[in-house]
C-alpha cells in the first residue's frame, strides 16, 4: 500500500514561476523524503525532513513538514526546463513507502 | 562510490514466460531492497533484505515472484510465469546505516506481451 498522497497529481507552470506540491500521509512517520523521477528511470534523492523539523532547504528547493496535519510540501523556486519531472514523497520507516506522485512539466 | 548497478536495462518477454533481473548493490550497504514501479504510479516495495535475510517480503505476489540475496552481496529477482500487468519498471535501492540515505539503480524496464 503506498502511504503517501500528492497532490496536485500534475503541474504545469511556466519557467521562472515557482512550483509547489503537497504530500499527505496517514500515519506517523519518522522521517520524510522528497525524490525526483526522470522518465520513469532511477530516482533522485532531493532531501529528507526529520519528524522534529519543520523546514528544511537545499538550493531552490523547501520542504516543509507539519506532522500535526501529516503533511508535508515541495517548493522548487524560479523553476528551469531541466526540474521537468515527476516528484514523490516517501514515508521512511527503514524502508521506504511511496506516494503515487507529482508531475512537474516546466515550459520554456 | 559505484551506484547500485541493475541490469539488463529492458525486457520484453512474452505472457506465462520467466525472467530475472539483476541487482549488484553500493559496496558494504547491508540493505537491498526490490521496488515495481507500474506506469503512472508510485514505487510500490516488493520485498527487503537485510545481509542474506528478508526483512520483509508482504507484498511480494509469491506464486509468481521470487528473490534471493545469496552471499548478502547482488540479488536477484524473478517472475515464473509473467503476466501482462508485471509490465513495469523494477527498481533496485541499497542503504547502509552509517550513511543515511537509499541510492536506486536506474531500474530494468519490463513489457510483457
Known amino acids: 500500500s503506498q502511504q503517501g498522497e500528492e497532490d496536485p497529481q500534475a503541474l504545469s507552470i511556466q519557467e521562472g514561476e515557482n512550483a509547489t506540491m503537497n504530500c499527505s500521509y496517514k500515519?506517523?512517520?519518522?522521517?520524510l523524503q522528497w525524490y525526483r523521477q526522470n522518465s520513469g528511470r532511477g530516482l533522485v534523492h532531493l532531501i529528507l525532513?526529520?519528524?522534529?523539523?519543520r523546514e528544511k532547504h537545499s538550493g531552490r528547493l523547501r520542504v516543509t513538514l507539519d506532522t500535526s496535519k501529516k503533511s508535508s510540501s515541495l517548493l522548487i523556486t524560479a523553476s528551469r526546463a531541466a526540474d521537468t519531472a515527476s516528484y514523490f514523497c516517501?514515508?521512511?520507516?527503514?524502508?521506504?513507502?511511496f506516494g503515487a506522485g507529482t508531475t512537474v512539466t516546466v515550459r520554456a | 562510490e559505484a551506484g547500485v548497478a541493475q541490469s539488463p536495462r529492458y525486457k520484453i518477454i512474452e505472457k506465462r514466460q520467466s525472467v530475472a533481473f539483476w541487482c549488484n548493490p553500493i559496496?558494504?550497504?547491508?540493505?537491498l531492497y526490490w521496488y515495481q514501479q507500474i506506469l503512472g504510479q508510485g514505487p510500490k516495495l516488493l520485498i527487503q533484505?537485510?545481509?542474506?535475510?528478508?526483512?520483509?517480503d508482504s507484498q511480494l505476489p509469491k506464486d509468481r515472484f521470487s528473490a534471493e540475496r545469496l552471499k548478502g552481496v547482488d540479488s536477484t529477482l524473478k517472475i515464473q510465469p509473467a503476466k501482462l500487468e508485471d509490465s513495469a519498471v523494477y527498481l533496485c535501492?541499497?542503504?547502509?546505516?552509517?550513511?543515511?540515505?537509499?541510492?536506486f539503480g536506474s531500474g530494468t524496464r519490463l513489457t510483457v506481451v
Open positions: 535501492a541499497s542503504s547502509s546505516p552509517r550513511f543515511y540515505g537509499y541510492t
Open positions: 559496496s558494504g550497504h547491508a540493505t
Open positions: 516517501a514515508k521512511d520507516d527503514y524502508k521506504l513507502s
Open positions: 533484505f537485510q545481509n542474506n535475510g528478508v526483512v520483509d
Open positions: 525532513i526529520r519528524s522534529n523539523e
Open positions: 500515519t506517523s512517520i519518522n522521517n
